[in-house]
């Protein structure tokens, strides 16, 4: 992205301050260079725009294709925790308007200890549009509404900024933002990660920050760009730290090559952010607060996930979820399938080392290649490996401690290396397709061919699904609430945890009417604010008892201690039942270790019910 572009495409006098020098053309010289501009403007630009945006949303209805079919029975064929708590997210934020519930923390999760929610991107940016759809149809609806929209959205907008100040071919700016929308990267968030690939605000929040340095309307332009960061800071407040990590290494390899620049350039810079941070502030301070120091607010990542980064050959592998992926081959080079945060393949490695190469002389395509290196390497984590096989370690190693960056999942730098490529592919299109050296045809059928090469096998193939079970009968129909009172929980069997979150779904069909203990979700590893964070809850013996007979079937033979601890923790969560349903996976064996520790259930419609509000009352 250009800074020295100032309205429109981007113009002579951008690209001699980049460092090359524009040819006017000759009069006669390749007849078709004029006629070519006309061809590429034929169309109104509204209507070629609306083309463009339906053209994006088609191809993200093809990417959900398998979750349409069944939004409410369909789920990420390897992962269902995430968007079990995208769905209880979305429907928080229906409470927090038609309810006025309180919207940065919980206790109807991880009762009655609660959830602080500001530290769990609870994405209220997102469930608060989405608040119509969610009561109409189902939070199962809205989050592969989302999930298309995402997509769809993040494309668009990168074509939109593009088209208008960077490059000058409309095909330009639709590749470039195919690749910012579809990449392999956001195809491995999207079956889990709605609120990462909805990154529809990043590209005009790149341009206004760059816009800065030019303005003549601080105020203004400060104002402007506080509102984009406050909003996206309620979609996902990690992405947003990136896209300014990205801005500030960016403008820095600009200003490192063209030093004069500073001159013109601090004052409106230094202006505006000042302006975007008072107002932002003003904005942010109470979230934030609640976010690093409310109840429940944890400092740094689970150790799960903290050193979470891309393997080398990660950089050079089509994606999982593409035409030409293999998942067998890219399992060890990610840290999971929702993380495929590079896979470029070979040939759009290449394709970018040969742009870089070709257009060298620019300085904002070198300043946009050191950008993508940087964080490439960043996105390596603490140990680099190649091929699943340690090298040595990486710079990441001494940033990980840091303020902000403790709780970065270093894998997801590969992000911005994405966006650095679909800007780079986007700038070499344009240049080659009004190269005025080479005759038209051929330029064309080059570039034709080199994209069809290299994005091929990055075409994004419809999210693999898998089933799982509908939310029972008993929760649907309301037989539940004569049992659970405002200051009870309802108890799920397994209870809720990562990988057990049925639950959470139950709990998001009923508009969170019920309350439930444990969840998925992150926390201070004990229950203490300020501790680092773990997934889940304060550890629970009967949580930990039930996942075992969950996972291997077998009835386990409960100690009288084990039934005591057991039982404490049911009274401390304010139990008014269990319920385990007929069909759950080893529902047999969970069924007869519920029993040694509440006594014999009863078969209510689909489920196992153990009414023990006498065992867990004020009275017991």
Sequence with gaps: MDPAARKGPVSVDAEAAAGSTPTPPAAGSDRGTADQGTRLRRWPTRRRDLLVFGAFLLAAFWVTSQIWLDPAGRVASLYSSDPAQVQYFLAHSVRVVLHGEYPFFTDRLNYPDGVNLMANTAILGLGIPMIPVTLLFGPAVSFVVLVTLGLAGTASAWY???????????????????????????????????????????????????????????????????????????????????????????????????????????????????????????????????????????????????????????????????????ERANANLAPNYSEENAFFGWGLALLTVAIVVWLRREVIVRALAFTGLFFAILSLGERVSYWNRELFWGPWEWLVKLPLLDAVVPTRFGLITTVVIGVLLAMAVDRAWLMESVDRRTRRTVVITALAIVLIPLVPLPLKVGSRPPVPDFITSGHWRPYVGPNQSLVPVPVPAMGHTNGMRWAASTDLDFKIPGGYFLAPRNGNTGDPGRFGGRPSGISELLDQVSTTGRVLTLTDRERRRSMDELRHWKTAILVLPVDERNAEPLRRTVEQVVGPGRRVDDVWLWDIRSLTGPSS
């Design 160 to 326: 939109f900024v593009l088209s208008r100040h960077v490059v000058r071919t409309p095909i330009a700016a639709i590749v470039g933002g195919w690749f910012c929308g579809f990449s392999p990267a956001l195809l491995s968030h999207a079956n889990w990660h709605p609120n990462i690939i909805s990154q529809f605000l990043l590209p005009f929040i790149v341009w206004r920050v760059i816009l800065l340095t030019r303005s003549t309307r601080v105020v203004r332009d400060g104002v402007v760009l506080a509102l984009l960061v406050s909003y996206q800071a309620f979609i996902n407040e990690e992405i947003l730290l990136f896209t300014a990590l990205a801005c500030g290494v960016f403008l820095l390899a600009v200003l490192a090559q063209q030093p004069g620049r500073w001159r013109a350039a601090w004052r409106p810079l230094a202006g505006g952010l000042a302006v975007c941070a008072v107002i932002a502030v003003a904005l942010l301070a109470y979230p934030l607060y609640v976010q690093f120091a409310g109840r429940q607010a944890y400092h740094g990542l689970s150790d799960a996930v903290r050193d979470y980064g891309n393997d080398l050959a990660a950089f050079i592998s089509p994606g999982s979820p593409t035409l030409g992926g293999n």
